[in-house]
């Protein structure tokens, strides 16, 4: 008897990581989507969109704090639904806007360039971008709106958070809405030819320089929804809270197979899984180092991803 108790508790234990660890890979596939978006078209990978994650986070706290839903007291007002939703398409609006700017300014004059120089210039880009946040934002932890009211939802045998139920929700809606954009629309016809083949795509009449904007813009935007949603479960903003995310999400990306906008989807959620199972039944002490045995494991054994393609590099 005691052992099938034991069993049961195990059981328990390991569905409500489970939970937690699809809230987690949730968040990393919406990221990821940024790197494997923008490496198809221009197997560039772009360590600056884990800094948009974090502007994404701070264009959704302003607003809040100049309504007056973040006064200096111990209970913050909750800031209506309206606000919410503006937060959102102004977070995605204006980080649209800056992973454009940024292919614009950075990268396209290195499109004929090696790939180290835009390598090079990506980490660049990330430092600077960091930097500017200290200097615009301030260097000490800001807490986050409350948008939402936090509660738990008892499924079972496991328990989650209505905040982890809505990040799950809003990421895999907005993937499946941006799989389909580019599944089913002209300008995401565009971009998976430029994807397969820039030069040809040009002759044919392709805007390659518009398409790759869009594909920076799409990416980036992600990435906002991304960091308002993990603002909202843990509602502490830095202006560095988007390094480990980065890369943890290009992780994702590798493991699902980078370029391959359902592979970032599935990479993201079993490594968030992985994550939880190794902190929630083992040691949470080695959670953050799941990340990178994976990456050495996925390259050493399938190194086009889960769901990528081996291809032969075109010179």
């Known amino acids: 008897m005691q052992i099938l108790l034991d069993n049961a508790d195990f ?16 968040v990393y596939a919406l990221v990821a989507v940024g790197y494997t978006m923008v490496y198809g078209v221009l197997a560039l990978i772009n360590f600056a969109h884990s800094d948009v994650y974090m502007l994404g986070a701070y264009f959704a706290y302003y607003p809040a704090r100049w309504l007056g839903y973040m006064p200096d007291t111990a209970e913050k007002p909750k800031a209506p639904f309206w ?18 700017l940024i292919e614009r300014l950075a990268y396209r004059p290195l499109r004929n360039a090696s790939r ?16 500017v946040g200290q200097m615009a ?13 936090q509660s738990s939802v008892n499924l079972g045998v496991i328990s989650v958070g209505n905040t982890s139920i809505l990040i799950i929700v809003v990421a895999f809606l907005m993937m499946a809405a941006l ?16 994807a ?33 949603l993990v603002a909202m479960d843990q509602p502490r903003l830095t202006p560095t ?3 480990l995310m980065g890369l943890k999400a290009f992780v994702a990306a590798v493991l699902g197979g ?58």
């Open 11 to 26: 059981a328990s234990r390991m569905l409500q990581q489970v939970a937690n660890g699809l809230t987690k890979g949730s």
């Open 241 to 243: 809270m988007g390094l």
């Open 137 to 149: 934002f301030g260097a000490d932890p800001k807490s986050f709106p409350r948008y939402v009211d």
């Open 196 to 228: 397969h083949d820039m030069k040809t795509a040009r002759l044919m009449g392709i805007n390659v320089d518009a398409t790759i904007s869009i594909t920076f813009a799409l990416g980036s935007a992600m990435a906002a929804v991304g960091g308002i």
């Open 179 to 194: 799989h389909l954009f580019v599944q089913k629309t002209r300008t995401g016809a565009a971009m998976r030819a430029c």
């Open 83 to 100: 606000l919410m939703g503006m937060a959102f398409l102004g977070a995605m609006a204006a980080c649209a806007f800056i992973g454009a």
């Open 258 to 315: 980078i370029g391959s906008i359902p592979g970032a989807a599935l990479g993201g959620i079993l490594l968030g899984v992985a994550e939880s199972l190794v902190g929630g039944l083992w040691d949470t002490t080695y959670a953050e180092a799941v990340s990178f045995v994976v990456l050495i494991v996925v390259l050493l054994v399938k190194p086009s991803g889960l769901l990528g393609r081996a291809g032969r590099e075109k010179v």
């Open 116 to 131: 180290l120089a835009a390598l090079i210039t990506a980490i660049g880009v990330s430092i600077f971008l960091q930097n």
